[in-house]
């Protein structure tokens, strides 16, 4: 079983920033991909940044603004969020795709974190 512990969300003016962590641990052998994704009511999930290999995508939306980042040693990873808009309110997901101990990939989301970006 794998957890995921998530953190860093709120409530912040537009322009403020955030960070958002998010912390793997279990049975995991290794994990393959990390990343952040976020939901409003009504609209379907969509992807914000991940990292996989080394490298790091981002959605156009927030190109230049967030910064995803990792921490292999902890199996963590972090979304540092500057400039935000309200737009940007939605709950955020992590989510991670592991090797399991004992072989099988497998796919895991964390239980949502609140962001909120209002004056």
């Known amino acids: 079983q794998v957890e995921l512990v998530e953190s860093g969300g709120g409530l912040v003016q537009p322009g403020g920033s955030l960070r958002l962590s998010c912390a793997a641990s279990g049975s995991i052998f290794s994990i393959n991909v990390m990343g952040w994704h976020r939901q409003v009511p009504g609209k379907q999930r969509e992807l914000v940044a991940s990292?996989?290999?080394?490298?790091?995508s981002y959605a156009d939306s927030v190109k230049g603004r967030f910064t995803l980042s990792r921490d292999n040693a902890k199996n963590t990873v972090y979304l540092q969020m500057n400039s935000l808009k309200p737009e940007d309110t939605a709950v955020y997901y992590c989510n991670v795709l592991i090797t399991r101990i004992g072989g099988g990939l497998a796919d895991y989301w964390g239980q949502g974190t609140q962001v909120s970006v209002s004056s």
């Open positions: 990292t996989s290999g080394g490298r790091i």
